[in-house]
Nanobody, 124 residues
């Protein structure tokens, strides 16, 4: 089970740090990612990280503002979001899949496990 936390309401230009924790499994053999879905829009890739943290990937819309990281010892994956914009408003989901591949995955269909999501609202 994946559980997201850290969402909330923030003003434009502010920061939030999302965390994804796993229960019942260790994440050190899983590739991880964050996706988001705004009202009336499709699920959108945000960022991904390989099982060992050696590779990361970001959507163009968040490059330079968001940073994905993982702490396998703590069994968590984090998304540091800086310089937030109103268009970042969405429900953010953590996703996982087993992987021995050194790269990352950016399609929602490639992930097996999903959290329930955490709401991020950025006011203008």
């Amino acid at each position: 089970q994946l559980v997201e936390s850290g969402g909330g309401l923030v003003q434009a230009g502010g920061s939030l740090r999302l965390s994804c924790a796993a229960s019942g499994r260790t994440l050190n053999s899983y590739a991880m990612a964050w996706f988001r879905q705004a009202p009336g829009k499709e699920c959108e890739f945000v960022a991904s990280i390989s099982w060992n943290g050696g590779s990361t990937d970001y959507a163009d819309s968040v490059k330079g503002r968001f940073t994905i990281s993982r702490d396998n010892a703590k069994n968590t994956v984090n998304l540091q979001m800086n310089s937030l914009k109103p268009e970042d408003t969405a429900v953010y989901y953590c996703a996982a899949r087993t992987s021995t591949y050194r790269g990352t995955y950016s399609r929602a269909s490639e992930y097996t496990y999903w959290g329930q999501g955490t709401q991020v609202t950025v006011s203008s």
